[in-house]
């Protein structure tokens, strides 16, 4: 059997980092053949800044407040995260939509997770939107990135029930218990180079390949 090396990996928050702390757990459980090397924020002071640093990981802030346009921000974020050379990139909550240019740096090697059933619902407000349409079923994407916002092929899904007495709340649990079960999976795929990214021969879509199939 080929032996496949240990990926180098950073995770891309915004805030709480429940998703970061599921994979500092799977991490510590050898759940894949990963190491993360460091967790960077957008915003300083959060709680995942402080997971990151109780889990003796790296812990840097690139507040994007501190430049003056996003072009600023974002050749900071690439020099930080570069200076880690990742195998993979995960945005785990990371609430900054990044540019077309940021994300054929790291095409094939950055990927996301999304509080729906992608394609339904790109963008912010999912658990309202599923209540408001009266939606039985919700669930949450990884998918990886690609310029289109929350558009890239998609990796995996989970899926829940939407019961009647059901509340964002509510659902932001069914959801992230979920996210939490399927993020660390998918990694290890990633990282067991089961899963790959490709590119069509005309560069017009971009499919999630797992095990030589089409996902
Ligand atoms: C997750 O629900 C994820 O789907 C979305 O942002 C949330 C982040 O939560 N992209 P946390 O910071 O991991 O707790």
Not at 53 to 75: L, P, Q, R, S
Not at 147 to 152: F, I, P, Q, S, V
Request: hydrophobic share 40%.
């Amino acid at each position: 059997m080929i032996s496949v090396s240990e990926k180098s990996i950073v995770v891309l928050i915004s805030g709480n980092g429940s998703n970061l702390q599921a994979l500092i757990d799977a991490q510590s459980q050898r759940l894949f053949n990963g190491k993360i090397k460091a967790v960077i924020s957008n915003k300083p002071n959060v709680y995942g800044l402080e997971r990151a640093e109780m889990a003796n990981i790296d812990a840097v802030c690139v507040d994007h407040t501190e430049f003056n346009d996003k072009a600023g921000f974002e050749a900071e974020l690439v020099k930080t995260i570069d200076a880690y050379q990742p195998d993979l990139v995960i945005l785990a909550g990371f609430m900054r939509i990044l540019s077309s240019d940021l994300v054929q740096h790291y095409l094939g090697k950055i990927i996301n997770i999304h509080p729906s059933l992608l394609p339904k619902y790109k963008g912010l407000h999912t658990h309202r939107q599923v209540l408001e349409n009266g939606d039985k079923e919700h669930g949450t994407s990884v998918h990886f990135v690609t310029a289109e916002l929350d558009g890239g092929p998609i990796i995996a899904q989970r899926r829940v029930k939407v019961d009647e007495n059901d509340t964002e709340q509510t659902l932001v649990e069914k959801i992230q218990q979920q996210e939490h079960q399927l993020y660390p999976e998918v990694v290890a795929w990633f990282c067991a180079e089961k899963l790959t990214f490709k590119l069509s021969e005309d560069s017009a879509a971009a499919r999630a390949v797992f095990d030589g199939k089409v996902l």
